[in-house]
T-cell receptor, first 114, second 113 residues
């Protein structure tokens, strides 16, 4: 299957700082990428859908000014958590698809905000 | 709107016993259904999926699931549990291939010797 990578795998930051998470499709062109958030012992919740070259579509309750998503190329999407707070600590997982094909998940990024 | 309900947040089975993880769905359109497995601090791995056609779907690692429209269910089974099957399992539904997924709350499978 197709491979999706995320970087970094783990990040610890101080409250008030910004953190950028990268999601890359390594062997296919991802026209769409999805960003999910998973709190401890909970399910994955869709945060936003990102189509290459256009603005991301955010789910209800997700602040677009806090979670900045950029999908500037067919192989890279970034999620920037701005002014992070401890309640933003979570496991962030991206997935990517080409056209209407199956989506493939990245390994996730563990964010801890102190 | 689509949703899935996973019955039982924790399931414990003995090694070699049958594994049954339950999932019921709600969908206003013909659903695409998925089962994923997640090991600690890792991403999701697709076990199997149902799109159209045959209602009994076979996946990796000996797992299978049956789509039952009349029962709105998509339960995951494996005849004989292995210790390595211990993980978190998520059922998910979408409107079609490549659409965003709506996940259930997950079921933690514990396999005892």
């Amino acid at each position: 299957g197709a491979v999706v990578s995320q970087h970094p795998s783990r990040v610890i930051c101080k409250s008030g700082t910004s953190v950028k998470i990268e999601c890359r499709s390594l062997d296919f062109q991802a026209t769409t990428m999805f960003w999910y958030r998973q709190f401890p012992k909970q399910s994955l919740m869709l945060m936003a859908t990102s189509n290459e070259g256009s603005k991301a579509t955010y789910e209800q309750g997700v602040e677009k000014d806090k979670f900045l998503i950029n999908h500037a190329s067919l192989t890279l999407s970034t999620l920037t958590v701005t002014s992070a707070h401890p309640e933003d600590s979570s496991f962030y997982i991206c997935s990517a698809r080409q056209g209407n094909n199956e989506q493939f998940f990245g390994p996730g990024t563990r964010l801890t905000v102190l | 709107a689509q949703s899935v309900t996973q019955l039982g947040s924790h399931v414990s089975v003995s090694e070699g016993a049958l594994v049954l993880l339950r999932c019921n769905y709600s969908s206003s359109v013909p659903p695409y259904l998925f089962w994923y497995v997640q090991y600690p601090n890792q991403g999701l791995q697709l076990l199997l999926k149902y799109t159209t056609g045959a209602t009994l779907v076979k996946g990796i690692n000996g797992f299978e699931a049956e789509f039952k429209k009349s029962e709105t269910s998509f339960h995951l089974t494996k005849p004989s549990a292995h210790m390595s099957d211990a993980a978190e399992y998520f059922c998910a539904v979408s409107e079609g291939s490549g659409y965003a997924l709506n996940f259930g709350k997950g079921t933690s499978l514990l396999v005892t010797p």
